[in-house]
């Protein structure tokens, strides 16, 4: 079990809340630097999803615990997408991590980037919340407003349920408490969360500028670092 | 992550190990709820038979590993309840004990009162029922309609009907709301002795947590002393729907866990009797634990919540809410790992699928805790804790 120094469990607050009240970009940069300065973080498959500083600032690739210098022929920017709090740049680097990246020291860098994605990635379904919550409660439906409709409430309730078991789960959980297969679950159960919460938002939550981008984003990065799955 | 300290580590393992004395009761309490009176002897009914009991009334526990556990705060009792309901929870709600109108009487009755409640229980095994829902009105105070008559000499006469009122046809002490005056003050609590004139319950046949003996009261002018007014020393705010209120909050937590112990059980049971399991099996069997492990972390927090202050009922709701829907999804998904006809082929199966489905109802409804989850979020309650974490490690 990895031992929690203070300063892990302040760059995870951090980014939970630069998550929740500044929008991804920060939030992605606060990690990013905390636990990977100067490198551009990627998931096994060599995809990232980065702050547009981390991208410009990065002299090499950290390919899920590996690292490779930077091959910038091969790197694809699939998506550059404002979000509020900053830019994001998707990228898929035709890069995977080899297959010995446990070896070296990546081991404990993946852990704590690992538990940060899931904790920025709540922060974020947490701000999705409130803007459906502030949006419903400015709707009106007859002489009421959506948020009062009852199954509008039932809905926010399951969503909130569901955010408060994933934040359980996670508080005080230190860097490799959790086993990979665990963060792969709260991740799922996050992109559930989340797209109940864009269906409240009907059409106005399919926009670009809507805060359904910004979970679309949140779901990619669950994509682009799930842990890589064993053969069957 | 709430972690058990190692006092509660050291129950948990005691009580793990008293449960495996409980599961081959399991369908034995299932076709006649009474059995339990057989195994009074078993050190897991006898737990529950005084758990609750503060140690200033007389409460002097066996000793487990060198501590005494009282089971006075809602974390104790989740992990006791979990472990036992994973066992069997038909016995787990079959055993005598003070529980619901325990919390009850420990959150409003006054020292002679306690005094009186907790010397019963400790005297003998016997069961409580704590007497709230009624037929037309469900547990909505407004439409209470049980009522409490007073008389000159201070007392009352007490006359209604109660209805899904776990083991109130053989509790010998009770705790039963009334209203003793129209508004929303006038709701108060009263705590019954059933073998007075006036009271009668009666089971109802259930489909499953028939350990449970979930009855039906009828209440005819049953007299009630003065001194049987339940928190008549506190402000008339304190007593009636702030008290059922604070109890449920209180008691969720331990229900949830009530159907985390379910899941578990149903898992356990898959693992015994499925030896080996396929590639994509083994990925659904693994989903499943972590869906129990997650929801687990969700009630321990919510107990933990509610010991530090009883008005924080949210996350007791939450944790109801999800454990309760877990319980139904896993044994449903237990099945499943049999092949077709599995519930018929293992009645164990069944039973936990039927027991599952009380978890939906008792203590509120998914839909209630649905609304007090929306009403904590519209006060501000939900995130008032939020800077607690992740440095709390």
Redesign the interface.
Known sequence: MTTLVSDTAALLERCHDAARHEGPAPALAALADGVLPGLLPCGPGGHAVVAAPTHAGAHALWLDGARRPLDPARTKIRAELDLPGGRVVLLDTGHAAPADRDAGAGAEPREVYGLGLVWLRLGLAQALRAACFTRLAHRRVGDSTLLQQQLVKGTVADVLAEHLEIQAVLSGARPGDLSPGMLDHLHGRITAADREQVRLLGAAGYLTDSPGLTAYVSELLAEAYAAAKEAP | ???LDDRLLILRGQIREWGAQVRPLALEIDRDPEAVRHHFALPAVRHLATMGVPEEYGHEPEKIGGHRFYGVSALERAVVMEELACADVGTLVASPGPLLAGVAVGLCADDRQKRWFYGRVLAEPLWTCFALTEPEGGSDAAAMRTSLTSTPDGGALLSGEKRYVGNACRAQLGVVFARARPGPLGITAVLVDTAEPGFDARPLDMIGLRGARISSVVMDRMPIPEDRFLGRHLTATRRGVWAFVQTFNVLRPGVAAIAVGIARAALEYVAEHRSTLS??ERERY??LV??V???R??V???AAAVDARGTDGH?A??AK??AARLAEDVTLAAAAFFGPGARLSHPFLDKLARDARAMEFLEGTG?M???N??QG?LGGK?DRDRR??????
Do not use: K, Y
């Not at chain 2, 607690?388 to 490690?393: Q, S």
């Open positions: 992550m709430t972690h590639g994509a693994e989903e972590r869906r492990d997650a929801t972390h969700l321990h927090h919510a996350l709701s939450a809410l999800r839909n805790q649905r609304l989850l929306f979020l939900v607690r974490v992740p440095a709390d490690a």
